[in-house]
Structures are given as structure tokens and as C-alpha cells.
């Protein structure tokens, strides 16, 4: 089954929260989405009808937007993941009772969801979380709705939502890529391309792990994420001449970039010969890295002998 029709007013409420973090140059929370609610109309703003107390917008912008964007220390910021959770539990409300998505099932989401910003943002305000939603629940006829379930999390590690601890990691599967960071290839990096393959290579091995060993997704992109930090970390303290140096894939999305650009100076050209050109650059980019890539593991194997079996 497929998502419900989103209204106009849920519609321009996400607009305005995106439009709202992205002011604050944050990324896009619960509470920018709680005042993109606000500062629309019908049910759901009136709900958090800013004459109640100290307006919405000023509670969630009160932190100082410089020091925000210079250190990134805004409660209000880092929870993208959270917002797309808000989002998918609005969307099952709806889908539950055959209705269209509006913003009052957004406010639902959010109030239920009781992130901290959030709450934070309506005790600023001034404002109830129960009445708020009382009046939320009630305008789409339900008054006596119960807690809304939420849908998963996107996995951590994911997004912008950080990875498990090292010390939460699964034991065995840390241990083995903890047993290949000591024993990278460095020696054998001579060039930009030697350093991408052996990230490639590590990414790839992360998940193999993670395959072996049947891990949830929690524990893969951490171990991913941790890996990969730690591979860079040792690859760029080693051979820091070539580190930070753009790889053969970022050089064939650059190039079919400006092949673009080219064919839209050319309004002679056929959309179909710009859509076939434009994708030569990538597609021969990615066939280059595919092969450097495995060239790279047969010349490396040998550092590898001797690996914990899982």
C-alpha cells in the first residue's frame, strides 16, 4: 500500500521548517518542522496559536544563529533522522483512518515523538503538550487517540544520526577490523587512486563482516562508520602527501558535470544524445574504479595473511 495524499497545509509546513533550518543553517529537526506547523493556518496552527505565550519561532531561534553555525552546539540542529521519523509516523496516522496527510497529523507525530527540542521549544512557548494535542487529536475527529506508534529509526551511523560507541560495537566483529587497521597496506600506497581502493576495500570488508557474523543494521553502519574513520585516520597520518586528494569517481562526476553545462550551451543538441553523452563520463569513471579496485586487492592480499577467522 502505498503513502496517503499529503495535503496543501503538510506540504507548506515542512516547506517552512526546511525553510526555517535552513535560515539557521542547521539541519532540518523536529522543532523546525513543530514552527513550519505554526505559522500556517487551520487546526494545527491555531493549536500552538503563538498568543499564548512567547511565539514559537522565537523560542526554537533564541540560541544565537552564529554560534550555531560556527560550532554546531544548537539544541534544535543534528536530528534529520528525526524529522523523517515525525514524518513516516504523520503519514501511517493518516493511512490508519483513510484520510489525507495534514498538518495535524504532523503535530501529532511530533508531540508523540517528545524529542527534547521539542519539548524544550513548548515550554519556551508557553504552551501545554497535552492540550496541544488534545486539540491536534480532536480536530481530525479521534479526542481520544491513543499514543501513535513510531516507524524505526534509519540506522545509526546513517544520516546525521551518529554511530554506536565503540564500546556498544558487536566484540567479534570490532576485534577482526580492528586486526586490519594494524595491518593496512601502507607501504603500497604510492598514488591518490592506491588510497581510494584501500578505502573501497576496507567499506567493502566492513560489510562482509557484518554479512558473516549477522549483525542488525545498528552494527553494521557503526562498524562501518568507525572503521572507515579509523582506516582514513592511519591511511593520512602515514602517507599524508596523498591524502584529501579527489578521487577517480569525484573526477568523472566533475567532468560529466561540465559536459553537461556544454550541451546546454547547445540548444541544437537532442535531449536524447545529452542524456547519452552526459552519462559516457560516469559510466567509464565507474568501470575505472571497479577495475583499479579489484587490481588493488590482488596486489595487497599478502598483507592481509594470517586475518582472525570469524
Not at 194 to 204: F, K, T, V
Not at 271 to 293: E, K, P, Q
Amino acid at each position: 500500500m502505498g503513502h496517503p495524499e499529503m495535503s496543501t497545509p503538510y506540504l507548506e509546513a515542512i516547506r517552512r521548517g526546511f525553510t526555517l533550518a535552513h535560515e539557521l543553517d542547521q539541519r532540518c529537526g523536529p522543532a523546525h518542522l513543530l514552527v513550519g506547523v505554526a505559522e500556517g493556518d487551520g487546526p494545527a496552527a491555531a493549536a500552538l496559536d503563538p498568543g499564548r505565550g512567547r511565539s514559537l519561532r522565537a523560542a526554537v531561534t533564541a540560541d544565537s544563529p552564529v554560534r550555531s553555525a560556527v560550532s554546531g552546539d544548537s539544541p534544535y540542529g543534528g536530528l534529520g533522522h528525526r524529522h523523517m521519523q515525525a514524518q513516516g509516523a504523520a503519514m501511517a496516522l493518516a493511512e490508519s483512518r483513510g484520510e489525507q496527510v495534514g498538518a495535524e497529523h504532523l503535530l501529532i507525530a511530533l508531540l508523540d515523538q517528545g524529542t527534547a527540542p521539542v519539548l524544550e521549544a513548548l515550554g519556551r512557548a508557553g504552551l501545554d503538550r497535552a492540550v496541544v494535542r488534545q486539540a491536534a487529536a480532536t480536530a481530525i475527529g479521534a479526542p481520544g487517540l491513543p499514543p501513535i506508534n513510531l516507524p524505526a529509526l534509519t540506522p545509526a551511523g546513517t544520516l546525521d544520526r551518529a554511530p554506536l560507541p565503540v564500546s556498544e560495537l558487536d566484540s567479534r566483529a570490532w576485534a577482526a577490523l580492528r586486526w586490519r587497521q594494524d595491518h593496512l597496506p601502507v607501504g603500497k600506497l604510492h598514488r591518490p587512486s592506491d588510497r581510494e581502493a584501500l578505502l573501497h576495500l576496507e567499506r567493502a570488508e566492513a560489510w562482509r563482516v557484518a554479512d558473516r557474523l549477522a549483525v542488525d543494521d545498528d552494527q553494521r553502519y557503526s562498524l562501518m562508520s568507525h572503521h572507515e574513520t579509523a582506516v582514513r585516520r592511519r591511511v593520512d597520518r602515514s602517507r599524508p602527501d596523498i591524502a584529501g586528494t579527489p578521487s577517480a569517481r569525484d573526477r568523472a562526476q566533475t567532468r560529466a558535470t561540465a559536459l553537461a553545462r556544454r550541451h546546454r550551451r547547445r540548444p541544437g543538441r537532442t535531449l536524447a544524445l545529452r542524456n547519452v553523452t552526459v552519462g559516457w563520463g560516469t559510466w567509464f569513471g565507474n568501470r575505472r574504479v571497479g577495475l583499479r579496485d579489484r587490481w588493488f586487492r590482488l596486489r595487497t592480499s599478502g598483507s592481509y595473511r594470517g586475518a582472525p577467522q570469524l
